[in-house]
């Protein structure tokens, strides 16, 4: 019953994707050949509003169809019985539907279906450009359901009905690795309305760039859950597969980093291009490039080209379909885009010594280090596929490249404060870099002073910390000047009217930046082989172990490692990693255990049995990981607060109006 429903649910879906996205190509075609059309125009609209929003509610429906086989244990589909098993519990169970191909992908065309269902309450652009916007999203959302239905369904019947399954992957079995796909899926697929928007844009031959700025907070929502997905990844990575990094420049983690990249580039320029005409073309040129970076991100993971435990290892054809459809809409996008904006008018002239081309030249940064990513991560693939070699290219590689493209960066955005929007006189420009200056150096300087490592990279980090602190410090003092020069009647009268998002997000990156090189530089790490009884110190912390049990768990049976730290010292804390054997799986998967404070991380990794009561251990001792991720997380925050400062900018401006 399950698979009957699920396949005509499907392609019931199938057909009304196609009906609605030729339906709105026929009305469009159709009213371009009439001169008065505005009220017709709204009323397809709507009509076309409500088909996408039923193709959102069918969707939701598949998707509980799916989650309820995956509760019920209903292994007469092929592939709940892959992914789940009777011992799995239940949350897990849930998690597993997207813990294959079939399932994550529609996961992604659910999603997808609920973003453009957002964008038809979105009635502030102009009727015909909102027509085509829809127009686009239809195409977008039939040409993934086709796909979904055509090659990857998740409801087919398995050829032998099991009593029981074979489970979810063992690594998959992580409460950060359920959330992880869902929030980067919600970040991938958030930057669809943006991307419709500017081929709408194209089509509409819209030059005025004042329509862009409707895409900037889905830019900022989808670049808020791309942080999260992809630092979810990573704190899930650095507890879970016990190799004690938090990132290893894997091909899929790449994946997910390229989109990032240009995504924050285009975060920023758009908001320029909407009052600067010369800014229009590149902004939308980054829109295309995030949403092509998307289904190419997509290509690498489900096409079996990729070895990694991130991947899914699926039939090369479905790779070579999203690939070629990958291409099309690249092909597309970008020929759209060159013969639009070659025809162009030229705007008013960016100074050099101003904001505006200030983001410009950080916005080509985050390009370059984007097209860096890019070729670490295809060039081994491609030399592979034409059977020259079968090199790889590793973290040195990246780190060696990255590094100096980061300090740049990091130079370009301390300068934000000292550059005003349209021009800077240079008298001006000369006084706050002086003061900005002299503030990063003492900063910087008394920050290393203070570390127990001294070290050219630690040098280096904390001068790059403190220019970053001293640049949101003078912004600050900067934008409470100017607002108290203006009159009582213009000044802010909430905090919606300050660029807190912006503080933040820049202060998280501040933090960012300092546990990504401190915890790299300062990290010890011990591979240490221990007996019962026997106690070892890193970076005087004591630790003894005491003994090995084992004890079954929920769904797997455990081998538990009996560490206390510091067992002189009153209320000793004791920590337990662990090697866990699930069952129905033969691959142990080690389980670390971390105590944590503000400072440093304690990490203890469970190696294999040496000898009859020998074991080998990976121990760490990691200051300022902490860092890391709270960098990630008040940037996000930022992001989310810049969000809601313009949501509440809007409806304060309605309420006055109204």
Same mark, same amino acid.
């Given at each position: 019953m399950t698979v009957w429903l699920g396949q005509s649910m499907l392609w019931l879906l199938v057909a009304l994707g196609a009906m609605t996205a030729l339906w709105a190509t026929f009305r469009l075609v159709h009213s371009q050949h009439r001169s008065s059309?505005?009220?017709?125009?709204?009323?397809?609209?709507?009509?076309?509003?409500?088909?996408?929003?039923?193709m959102f509610v069918g969707l939701s429906l598949l998707m509980a169809l799916l989650i309820w086989a995956f509760l019920s244990d209903d292994f007469r589909l092929a592939y709940v019985a892959r992914h789940s098993a009777l011992t799995l519990p239940f949350y897990y169970k849930i998690a597993a539907v997207w813990g294959g191909h079939e399932g994550s992908l529609l996961?992604?065309?659910?999603?997808?279906?609920?973003?453009?269902?957002?964008?038809?309450?979105?009635?502030? %652009?102009?009727?015909?450009?909102? &027509?085509?916007? =829809?127009? *686009?999203?239809?195409?977008?959302?039939? #040409?993934?359901?086709?796909?979904?239905?055509?090659?990857?369904?998740?409801?087919?019947?398995?050829?032998?009905?099991?009593?029981?399954?074979l489970g979810l992957n063992p690594l998959l079995q992580d409460w950060a690795l359920a959330l992880h796909p869902p929030m980067l899926y919600m970040g991938y697929v958030g930057v669809v309305p943006a991307f419709a928007l500017v081929m709408a844009m194209l089509w509409h031959r819209d030059e005025t760039g004042t329509n862009l700025?409707?895409?900037?907070?889905? %830019?900022?929502?989808?670049?808020? &859950?791309?942080? =999260?997905? *992809?630092?979810?990844?990573?704190?899930? #990575?650095?507890?879970?597969?016990?190799?004690?990094?938090w990132w290893f420049w894997d091909p899929v983690e790449n994946a997910s980093l390229l989109p990032w990249l240009v995504l924050t580039a285009a975060l920023h320029t758009t908001p320029i291009a909407s009052r600067q005409p010369r800014m229009l073309g590149f902004a939308m040129f980054l829109v295309i490039v995030v949403f092509v970076l998307t289904l190419l991100g997509a290509f690498l993971v489900r096409s079996g080209i990729l070895s990694s435990v991130h991947a899914f290892a699926v039939d090369p054809t479905r790779g070579r379909m999203l690939l070629l459809f990958t291409l099309w809409v690249a092909a597309l996008a970008f020929l759209m885009l060159g013969l639009r904006r070659s025809r162009a008018q030229s705007g008013i002239g960016i100074a050099f010594l101003s904001r505006e081309t200030l983001v410009f030249f950080a916005s080509l940064l985050f390009l370059v280090m984007m097209l860096t990513v890019l070729l670490g991560t295809l060039y081994?693939?491609?030399?592979?596929?034409?059977?020259?070699?079968?090199?790889?290219?590793?973290?040195?590689?990246?780190?060696?490249?990255?590094?100096?493209?980061?300090?740049?960066?990091?130079?370009?955005?301390?300068?934000t404060s000292v550059l005003s929007w349209q021009n800077t006189q240079p008298r001006r420009l000369l006084r706050r870099l002086t003061w900005q200056v002299s503030g990063a150096l003492i900063g910087g300087i008394l920050f290393w002073w203070a570390l127990p490592v001294h070290s050219p990279d630690t040098l280096a980090v904390s001068l790059m910390a403190s220019w970053l602190v001293a640049s949101v410090v003078v912004w600050g003092l900067r934008y409470r000047a100017a607002t108290a020069s203006r009159s009582l009647s213009d000044r802010p009268k909430t905090l919606s009217g300050y660029p807190i998002g912006a503080w933040v997000a820049h202060a998280g990156f501040v933090l960012l930046?300092?546990?990504?090189?401190?915890?790299?530089?300062?990290?010890?790490?011990?591979?240490?082989?221990?007996?019962?009884?026997?106690?070892?110190?890193?970076?005087?912390?004591?630790?003894?172990?005491?003994?090995?049990?084992?004890?079954?768990?929920a769904n797997y049976?455990?081998?538990?490692?009996?560490?206390?730290?510091?067992?002189?010292?009153?209320?000793?804390?004791?920590?337990?990693?662990?090697?866990?054997?699930?069952?129905?799986?033969?691959?142990?998967?080690?389980?670390?255990?971390?105590?944590?404070?503000?400072?440093?991380?304690?990490?203890?990794?469970?190696g294999e049995k040496q000898g009859k009561q020998a074991w080998s251990f990976r121990i760490q001792y990691t200051p300022w990981i902490r860092a890391l991720w709270t960098g990630v997380l008040l940037m996000a925050l930022g992001g989310a607060i810049?969000?809601?400062?313009?949501?509440?900018?809007?409806a304060q401006a309605g309420r006055e109006l109204g």
């Open positions: 059309h505005y009220e017709r125009v709204e009323r397809d609209a709507r009509y076309l509003s409500g088909l996408l929003r039923l996961l992604w065309v659910w999603l997808l279906s609920a973003w453009i269902g957002v964008t038809t309450f979105h009635a502030s %652009l102009p009727g015909m450009l909102h &027509f085509r916007l =829809l127009t *686009i999203q239809a195409w977008l959302l039939f #040409a993934f359901v086709l796909f979904l239905a055509a090659t990857s369904t998740p409801f087919t019947a398995a050829e032998t009905v099991l009593p029981d399954g700025r409707w895409s900037q907070p889905y %830019l900022q929502v989808a670049w808020v &859950f791309l942080t =999260l997905g *992809i630092a979810l990844g990573s704190f899930w #990575a650095y507890y879970e597969l016990g190799w004690g990094g081994p693939i491609v030399i592979r596929s034409m059977g020259i070699s079968d090199l790889s290219v590793g973290a040195p590689y990246f780190n060696q490249v990255m590094a100096p493209l980061t300090w740049g960066l990091v130079a370009l955005m301390g300068l930046l300092l546990g990504m090189v401190l915890s790299t530089v300062m990290e010890q790490a011990l591979e240490i082989r221990l007996q019962p009884g026997e106690s070892m110190t890193i970076h005087d912390q004591t630790l003894l172990f005491e003994k090995i049990t084992e004890q079954p768990g049976l455990t081998q538990q490692a009996h560490f206390r730290l510091n067992p002189g010292e009153p209320g000793a804390r004791r920590l337990r990693p662990e090697k866990r054997t699930y069952i129905g799986q033969k691959m142990p998967v080690a389980e670390v255990a971390i105590h944590s404070t503000l400072a440093r991380d304690l990490y203890i990794a469970m810049a969000w809601g400062q313009r949501h509440w900018r809007k």
